[in-house]
Structure formats: structure tokens, C-alpha cells
């Protein structure tokens, strides 16, 4: 049992290239969610999803996109890097299940740093 | 828009002290609320989650507390550890969300470094 796992750990771009970052869990988990964390800034949603083939924006959207084909896949897209796109990125994911707390919790993978110049 | 304040953004205490961290939130409308632990580098782990309609939970020498009519809640260390020291932060889960049953949207404080010296 893996968790959650994300590829790279480390990625350098120059602007206006695209890459993609990886996010996999095995513990088929319905929701998972991809934050960027900022140095004074905390940790923000960018995206998430319920279910494959279910995605929803978060709070700072915009620049990446993600799909949910599978239950255990959550790629996060970069279409143009950008400057602003510098963070270390998390990918997380947790059970649906109402009012069991146990099954609320996130789990985290180790995270993406990424720059871009 | 919801907001988690987290104050002081750092702690350096020596070893054998009783923590007591803060956490405070704009919006009573929660869902539940998460305490994690960050060390350097790695990435987060859940030590704790209080769904909106319980007051406590327990987990060793942790013990988070929740008050949501007052927008607060508090991460308790007993007999704190050099092994401790981390960065520790606190999350809610919106309540418009509830009907999903989950935790998926998290709103997060900016955290607290806690520093255990030996």
C-alpha cells in the first residue's frame, strides 16, 4: 500500500512550457485535490474532484488543468509556465463517507517542487 | 470567505513542556477540522480530525479540542519531544460541501513552527 504518490519530486521549466504533474493513490479513495503551498501564503486548493470524471475548480485555478479518468489517477496540467507558477505542489486524497470520521481524513503525498525561470 | 489564523507562526520551547497551539476560523460553518503535521521537505500528515459535532479527539499525547460557536480550536502536546518539532497546521472543511460527505475542499492556516530543544 503505497498512499499517495507523486512524480517528480523536483521539476525546472522555462516559461511557456507545459508539463504535468503526477498523482496516484491505491486506496481507492473517490475525492482527491491538488494544492500549492507558498512561503507566507499557506497551503491553496487548486482543483479537485469527487469521482472519475468529476472535476471542480478551488481557489487559484487558473493556469492548470486536470482530468479524473480513473479512481486512482489526478493529473495536474500546466499549459504555459509561468514565474508565478514557483511552489511546491500536493497532491491529496480521502474516502466519501459521511459522517465516519476515520474515512475524512487527507492524505498527503510528498509533494512536487517546481521552479520556473 | 473563510479564513484560519494560526498565531504564533513560530514556538522554540524546551523539552517536557504542555503545548497548547491555536487555531481560529471567520466561518462556524464547518464541516470538520483537521490538525496536520509538516517536517521539512515532506509532506503533510494528519494527526487529528474533529467532525463539526464533536468537541474533542484524542490521540496519545495530542489532543485537539473544537469550539465552533466561537470560531476556535486548539491542538493540546503533552510532555512535547525534540521529535516534535515541525511545522503544525490546521485546516477546516467547508460545510457547503457536507452533503458530498467529505473533506475535499480544505481551507488551511499558514501554520506554526514548533522547536523542541533537548
Known amino acids: 500500500n503505497a498512499g499517495v504518490t507523486q512524480t517528480p519530486k523536483f521539476q525546472v521549466l522555462k516559461t511557456g512550457q507545459s508539463m504535468t504533474l503526477q498523482c496516484a493513490q491505491d486506496?481507492?479513495?473517490?475525492?482527491m485535490s491538488w494544492y500549492r503551498q507558498d512561503p507566507g501564503m499557506g497551503l491553496r486548493l487548486i482543483h479537485y474532484s469527487v469521482g472519475a470524471g468529476i472535476t471542480d475548480q478551488g481557489e487559484v485555478p487558473n493556469g492548470y488543468n486536470v482530468s479524473r479518468s480513473t479512481t486512482e489517477d489526478f493529473p495536474l496540467r500546466l499549459l504555459s509556465a509561468a514565474p508565478s507558477q514557483t511552489s511546491v505542489y500536493f497532491c491529496?486524497?480521502?474516502?466519501?463517507?459521511?459522517?465516519?470520521?476515520?474515512?475524512?481524513?487527507?492524505?498527503f503525498g510528498a509533494g512536487t517542487r517546481l521552479s520556473v525561470l | 470567505k473563510q479564513e484560519v489564523t494560526q498565531i504564533p507562526a513560530a514556538l522554540s520551547v524546551p523539552e517536557g513542556e504542555n503545548l497548547v497551539l491555536n487555531c481560529s476560523f471567520t466561518?462556524?460553518?464547518?464541516?470538520?477540522l483537521q490538525w496536520f503535521r509538516q517536517d521539512p521537505g515532506k509532506g503533510l500528515t494528519s494527526l487529528l480530525l474533529?467532525?463539526?459535532?464533536?468537541r474533542e479527539q484524542t490521540s496519545g499525547r495530542l489532543n485537539a479540542s473544537l469550539d465552533k460557536s466561537s470560531g476556535r480550536s486548539t491542538l493540546y502536546i503533552a510532555a512535547s519531544q525534540p521529535g516534535d518539532s515541525a511545522t503544525y497546521l490546521c485546516?477546516?472543511?467547508?460545510?457547503?460541501?457536507?452533503?458530498?460527505?467529505?473533506?475535499?475542499?480544505?481551507?488551511f492556516g499558514k501554520g506554526m513552527k514548533l522547536t523542541v530543544n533537548p
Open positions: 491529496a486524497s480521502s474516502y466519501r463517507a459521511p459522517g465516519i470520521v476515520a474515512k475524512n481524513i487527507q492524505y
Open positions: 486506496m481507492n479513495h473517490e475525492y
Open positions: 485546516a477546516v472543511s467547508l460545510d457547503k460541501v457536507s452533503t458530498q460527505g467529505g473533506s475535499e475542499k480544505l481551507v
Open positions: 466561518d462556524s460553518a464547518i464541516y470538520n
Open positions: 474533529i467532525q463539526s459535532s464533536q
